[in-house]
């Protein structure tokens, strides 16, 4: 199993931030292979994803997952049960500067290796463009 981790400094108050990561139909925006996201009541959610691995044709693989908001502490939790355990947890802190939020990512998987470091990476990448775009 691999427990990865890393942060990024997003310039956004941490509210802004936490309401653009809290609504989950903004996960294709900054998830480079998510094609969809569709909520459900509760912290349920339906998403499909276009993957290119390594021994198969790429294809579109729909699952399901959840994700749980807690306000308290602007984070959020989510799970996608299968496989591969995986599952993580989102935190919005206070920037160092005015305006500015710092982001970090914590994730556990059946994955290991450098490919999830990349890819944990580029989605934070993502998510510092994405949401800083929507507030221009």
């Known amino acids: 199993m691999g427990e990865y981790s890393d942060s990024i400094t997003v ?4 509210d802004r931030l936490f309401a653009y990561l809290s609504d989950v139909e903004h996960l294709p925006s900054y998830m480079p292979r998510l ?3 569709h909520p459900h009541e509760g912290e349920q959610v339906t ?14 693989v729909t699952s399901e997952a959840w994700v749980h908001v807690v ?11 299968g496989p591969h355990d995986y599952r993580g947890r ?16 914590e994730l556990h998987t059946g994955h290991t ?24």
């Open 11 to 14: 310039h956004v108050p941490p």
């Open 35 to 37: 094609t969809s996201v």
């Open 47 to 60: 998403v499909t994803a276009h993957i290119e691995p390594a021994d198969a044709p790429e294809q579109d």
């Open 71 to 81: 306000e308290e502490g602007k984070s959020l939790e989510w799970a996608a049960p």
């Open 90 to 105: 989102a935190h919005v802190d206070e920037g160092e500067d005015a305006g500015t939020c710092r982001l970090t990512v």
């Open 113 to 136: 290796g450098e490919q999830v470091e990349h890819r944990l990476k580029e989605a934070l990448r993502g998510i510092k463009q994405a949401v800083e775009k929507a507030e221009r």
